[in-house]
């Protein structure tokens, strides 16, 4: 029998499309969405839901015992555009959520945790391409700051307690069924549905502004992948690199350009541009590759055409 799953922050952009690949695989009876809020996405008409705010440990505890959960998948958390905004409230979320689910490991309630970090941890001063696992890191956001210290948190809990906690640094992410909210790289889908709607697009960020990014069919692929994989297998306790795709604005706009050929892009910058500055071009993800085997599937060009062709249909 598949072992019970909550997914914490689920009616977000990568908690929507995890949910449906969990239920795919193991039924909707072991898998639990929950989210501060409730939804009318379709995603979760039938979905067994929890209200749940990460921040109140009891009623986390209830919902875990209810439903006899024995993995979590943590993914509520502010991004870093809104978290620069509302720094207090971001490093609470996104610091004691992740206590509150290690807790639960720690006294061995329950036996695996999912939870993501971001290229956020590099900073100005790491190399920027290629971007090594183990380099410079000195993030100059809330929200990498939040995450660097977190994933040093799931180490800490790793060695010192033995909580299987696993985790991937994202790339931006790129995707059909959900919207992405309050981050730099949420310009990667909006350009998608503008180019649709309107034939146009301006961009916050600069036009050769290079940022990894990645599409969401891979995203969820390798977060399972790394999830199954043996914990021997398991080398990195930080947090492990991928690399995804990198390309520019301007990249991105030529590629969609060749299907859609009347699509413009234009450029207002704001002050996300300076946070993307200060993020890798392209990151090196070799540990992930030797350790539990990931490879990547869709490049840039397979990339935009799933995405229009699905966001068309
Ligand atoms: C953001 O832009 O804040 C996120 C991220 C790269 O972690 N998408």
């Not at 971001?118 to 993030?139: C, H, K, L, R, Y």
């Not at 060695?159 to 730099?184: F, H, N, W």
């Not at 050769?208 to 995203?219: H, K, V």
């Amino acid at each position: 029998m598949a072992n019970k799953t909550l997914i914490i922050g689920a009616t977000g952009q990568i908690g929507t499309e995890l949910y449906l690949t969990l239920v795919e695989k193991h039924g909707r009876e072991n898998v639990i969405a929950s989210d501060i809020r409730s939804t009318d996405n379709s995603a979760f008409a039938k979905a067994k839901f929890e209200m749940l705010d990460v921040l109140d440990s009891d009623q986390l505890l209830k919902i875990v015992q209810k439903h006899d959960i024995k993995e979590v998948y943590l993914l509520a958390a502010l991004l870093s555009a809104t978290a620069e905004k509302k720094p207090d409230f971001a490093w609470k979320l996104n610091m004691e959520g992740l206590f509150n689910v290690l807790n639960l490991a720690k006294d061995k309630i329950i036996d695996k945790i999912f939870w993501p970090s971001s290229i956020a941890v590099f900073g100005p001063n790491t190399p920027s391409d290629n971007t090594p696992q183990e380099t410079i890191m000195q993030p100059t956001t809330v929200y990498g700051i939040s995450k660097l210290a977190g994933e040093q948190w799931c180490q800490y809990y790793f060695e010192q307690y033995g909580v299987d906690v696993r985790s991937i640094r994202y790339p931006g992410l790129i995707g059909y069924k959900s919207a992405p909210g309050g981050g730099t790289t949420d310009y990667d889908v909006d350009i998608f549905h503008k180019a649709i709607s309107e034939s146009k697009y301006t961009c916050f960020l600069e036009q050769d502004m290079a940022l990894p990014m990645m599409y969401m069919p891979d995203a969820i692929k390798a977060t399972i992948q790394l999830m199954e994989a043996a914990k021997e297998k398991v080398k990195v306790r930080n947090s492990y690199n991928l690399a995804g795709i990198s390309f520019t604005p301007d990249q991105i706009s030529t590629e969609i350009t060749k299907h859609i050929p009347e699509f413009k892009i234009s450029y207002e910058i704001d002050f996300r541009n300076k946070i993307a500055k200060s993020w890798p071009n392209s990151i090196d993800d070799t540990f992930a590759q030797k350790d539990w085997g990931w490879k990547q599937a869709y490049s840039l060009e397979s990339m935009v055409t799933d995405m229009l062709n699905n966001l068309g249909k």
